[in-house]
């Protein structure tokens, strides 16, 4: 199919004489317009009283692939322009490409909207964590219903705003449920009506009223010699350190974490270094960095910061690997303090499968720097520091990094025998009370 326009040339005389010159008997026309094409003549045409053709007065009648053609007066001249043959999108590509933008678009805006630039200029990700962070998600219901089903006695009360009987559990870990694509953290409240209807509420979001009833009601049906409650480190002067920079985070020298490399962040691919923080640090602009959180470095300079109840399980299981292949040959780089956990010892080892023996080999090694208390159900024992790095794994359930800062070892020098407790207890003198 050919497209047809018809042009006079009354202004350009030259060009006239030539084109008759070379139109008698059919000779090379198409050449000298071709060549005049190419050569600019098509400029001094178009700024000649000539019908100017252009793209947009044209391009929506003249087919894909096919050529255009102009006849001048008395001669058929044909200019043949070869269009490219394109395949028009469809309507799902499109949609698909849209979506994909837009999704793109979010992601860099959620970046950009956790991203805090530090005093040092250090720009610092504070990660939200979504379905893509997670080795296995969750549903709401079928979780509620596993605790309902293996929970002896759970807590059951009426609840402090509305007065609805309710059922609550608390969760046993941080868990990402896809049926309300929400992050459940470990010990967030998960609740169900009488009627059916399930819920959670994050530690941040339970009103004093609704965690006082919670504790009321299950210590009620689960009695225990053991308190479980928030507490303070027993006797110590510490003082969480403040800091204006990530830097350190990523230096041995300053003794705030452990360090470790990975070739591909499980994540994004990318290459980084990721800080695993040993003692509480504030660093401006970002929440409180308690041990366990951690710091990924990338090789652009930039940071995504984890706290210690919001690390992605799949980044953590990635470090808890690596961990424990080179748990024995990785030195600590633990700056000591009076209230710091102690390096480890000469016969301790790094991982234990009982409690008791972790107790008798921390009361060998550091005899005579116990804390002696006195209890009137368990009797004496001596309470110790936990060394940076312990890893607990008992038989068959996996390995658990020890918190210096919240568990202790006692030990029962009468039975040669200990176990590994939550540091609050010693605060409540209940439980025990310190020797003089």
Known sequence: ???????????LCCVSCVCSAHAQKGKDISKFIKAATSSGVEKTIVKSSLPRVSAASTVSRIPLGKQLSIQFPGELVQLEIPFEK??????????????????????????????V??????????????????RKTNRLNATVRYFMSSTPNPAVFAHPQTGEKITVFQNDR????SDVQKVC???????????????????????????DAYEKAYERLNPSPFLDISFAQVGS?????????????????????RVYRLPAHPVTGQPAEVAVITKSVQVTGLPLLNYGSMVVRFEDGTFDVHPADMVPPVLRDRINAIASKSAISVPLSVTLTESAAPSLPAGVQRTYDGQADLARDLHRALEGKGKPYSSMMLGDFLAYEIPEGIVYKPQGRDGVMLDPETRVVIYFPKADRGQIVDRHLLTDTRFATPKK
Do not use: C, W
């Open 1 to 11: 199919m050919r497209f047809e326009m018809r042009v006079m040339l009354p202004l």
């Open 86 to 115: 394109t395949t028009l999108p469809s309507q799902k590509d499109m949609a698909n490409a849209l979506e994909k933008n837009i999704a793109a678009q979010e992601q860099a805006e959620k970046a950009l909207k956790n991203a």
């Open 117 to 134: 630039t530090l005093p040092s200029g250090e720009i610092a990700r504070v990660v939200e964590l979504e379905a893509k962070h997670f």
């Open 174 to 177: 941080l868990r990402y449920f």
């Open 185 to 211: 953290p470990a010990g967030s409240y998960l609740i169900r009506y009488a009627d059916g209807r399930v819920d959670f509420l994050a530690p941040k979001q339970a009103s004093k009223e609704f965690v």
């Open 237 to 257: 002067s510490y003082k969480v350190p403040e800091l204006n920079t990530l830097a350190p985070f990523f230096d041995p020298a300053a003794g705030l974490s």
